[in-house]
């Protein structure tokens, strides 16, 4: 078994595979629903509140949303080295976040300076907002409450990280007529993707009062955009979109199309945990303090509208106030970059929001030998080489034994064909007839099977460290801009494709059928339409693996002829 064979069936597995996956975005994703009637104004419906357990007279928070007259409340910009952010005073809730240091796209002459990625953002199709407040269970039946509905006052509407300051107080305040005040204050700090949330509740007033802070985010499915065709080539289309939820012991997800499921929502309470909404290499997730016990649910606020939004939530312990006195609730809030290695700093757990599915125990190594041989390179590419030829190094004589194989039976094919002129359709004896000539010239035809065992699960960890890693996304090499997407020039699959024209020529194709070997012709156009689709630093592993290969199998074959050579002489 040569190892194009081997890679025939591999083939046609991962080409049917991501078909699959861009055929089920395009044609299997249920319609929105039309939007129902209501006698609000768009946007303001509400569900019941998200289901509790924090204990007898706790309320539940409404889903509302602010209606349209009450949403237009005083924005207020903060900048910092990393993040142009706007919070909204309506709530205080963070509506909007830019990452500066990541463009959505790769920078060129035509266009230097490209527009940030945003991942808060309060537009109807692709709202995803960052809320907080705290609820009142001694006055549940009060209109007036700091929840993320309530107005609050800001002293002014933009403040800027100064050159050489490394913290940024952002506060925000609220106050009812029986005393009661509330300081929201939002902290940044220079480098950091990191929020910290102050909630000082003073009592001014003449009652104790009792209530829960609270922190949620609240997204729509991202819209559904492009054919089958472009989405094959789209990481974001494949990628987890979701919630996401660690409980100190566990991590979690639940994808959109499953928060209406009762099995799977999440209603519980833990400590050391946290709440996140995920996309492709950006994520939110509010963070409670570490010896916290805090409660979570899941909810959908309006689902019968045309972009209904899903909501993860995390309610702390009662708070007490008693009059003239003051309490804090902190909290706080990563709106940032996935980095792998780094996340688990901020909070145990998080580095696990970095989506390698069921390749995970491949893929982590896999992206620290590639992150070492990058910190030699100074680029991806050459890492990607770099780790092409470890791995050459480490199976060589496993792919020797291959090749010498292949060799062999190279020299056999005349001898097999006259078996099979012999023989004719009685496949039995042709099958006996060749295993004894294998056994005879001590040449095995399943030499090929084991290097391909351990190619496979390298060619699956490779691809989701090329999509799913950060780091890789939009790295450059030669003429390439960006690794984690398609060879724009698609040269890289002609490449392959030459490869395999050159391991075929060397390989026999002893004891294939007339159809398989049709279906071995056509193997090389095959790869070269599916690796069109792929990352092209996956299209460059497999690249170089495949000259590599080409060049150790011609060495061993030239080495086989010179032998029989001598032999044939002596």
Not at 276 to 283: I, K, P, S, T
Not at 323 to 347: E, F, H, M
Request: a neutral charge.
């Amino acid at each position: 078994m040569n190892q194009t064979r081997n890679f025939l069936l591999f083939a046609l597995l991962a080409v049917a595979y991501f078909l699959f996956m861009a055929w089920e975005k395009d044609y299997m994703t249920p319609p929105p629903p039309a939007p129902v009637a209501s006698s609000s104004a768009a946007g303001a419906a509400s569900t019941p509140g998200v289901p509790n357990a924090q204990g007898a007279g706790t309320p539940a928070i409404s889903n509302a949303n602010a209606a349209p007259s009450e949403a237009a409340a005083p924005l207020v910009t903060v900048t910092t080295d990393v993040l142009q952010l706007t919070i909204d005073t309506r709530g205080g809730s963070l509506v909007q976040a830019r990452l500066l240091a990541y463009p959505v796209a790769p920078r060129t002459r035509k266009d230097p300076d490209p527009a940030p990625v945003t991942l808060l953002d309060n537009s109807d199709t692709h709202y995803f907002v960052a809320q907080n407040g705290l609820v009142s269970s001694s006055d549940p039946a009060a209109a007036d409450q700091p929840n993320h509905l309530a107005l609050f006052q800001a002293a002014q509407n933009a403040y800027t990280l100064a050159p050489g300051q490394n913290e940024l107080d952002v506060p925000l305040t609220w106050q009812d007529a029986k005393g009661l005040k509330v300081t929201k204050i939002y902290r940044f700090t220079r480098g950091s993707y990191v929020v910290a949330l102050d909630q000082k509740i003073d009592n001014g007033g003449s009652a104790a009062w009792q209530g829960n802070a609270y922190t949620q985010l609240l997204r729509t499915e991202p819209p559904h955009t492009g054919n089958w065709l472009t989405n094959m080539s789209n990481p974001e289309t494949h990628s987890f979109q979701g919630a996401a939820w660690y409980t100190g012991e566990k991590f979690e997800k639940l994808q959109f199309k499953d928060f209406a499921e009762p099995k799977d929502k999440l209603d519980a309470s833990f400590k050391g945990g946290w709440a996140a909404m995920l996309r492709l290499y950006f994520f939110a997730t509010w963070i409670p303090p570490a010896g916290e016990t805090a409660h979570y649910a899941t909810d959908t606020v309006n689902p019968g509208s045309a972009h209904p939004r899903y909501l993860i939530r995390a309610i702390g312990p009662t708070l007490s106030v008693a009059p003239g006195q003051s309490v804090d609730a902190t909290s706080r809030l990563y709106v940032g970059p996935n980095v792998q290695g780094k996340l688990d700093a901020v909070a145990p757990g998080l580095d696990l929001t970095i989506d390698y599915g069921m390749f995970k125990a491949i893929a982590v190594p896999m992206h620290g030998i590639l992150s070492f041989f990058h910190s030699i390179a100074k680029n991806w590419g050459i890492a990607i080489i770099l780790l092409v030829l470890l791995i050459k190094g480490v199976t060589w004589k496993l792919t020797a034994m291959q090749y010498h194989s292949s060799a062999r039976m190279r020299k056999l094919m005349p001898r097999v064909q006259a078996l099979k002129e012999r023989y004719g359709d009685d496949k039995v004896k042709l099958q006996q007839a060749q295993m004894e000539l294998y056994k005879k010239e001590k040449v095995n035809p399943m030499a090929g099977c084991l290097p391909v065992l351990i190619t496979l699960p390298v060619f699956y960890g490779l691809f989701y460290v090329l999509q799913y890693s950060l780091e890789l996304r939009q790295a450059s090499f030669l003429w390439i801009p960006d690794l984690s997407a398609p060879d724009p020039y698609y040269i890289l699959p002609v490449i392959y494709a030459a490869v395999m024209l050159g391991t075929q020529w060397l390989n026999p194709a002893v004891g294939m059928d007339p159809t398989q070997a049709k279906m071995m012709k056509v193997m090389p156009l095959l790869f070269t339409v599916m690796f069109a689709f792929f990352p092209a630093g996956l299209c460059l592993y497999y690249a170089v693996n495949g000259l590599v290969g080409l060049g150790q199998q011609w060495w061993i074959t030239h080495h086989v002829d010179r032998e029989d050579a001598v032999a044939a002489k002596s």
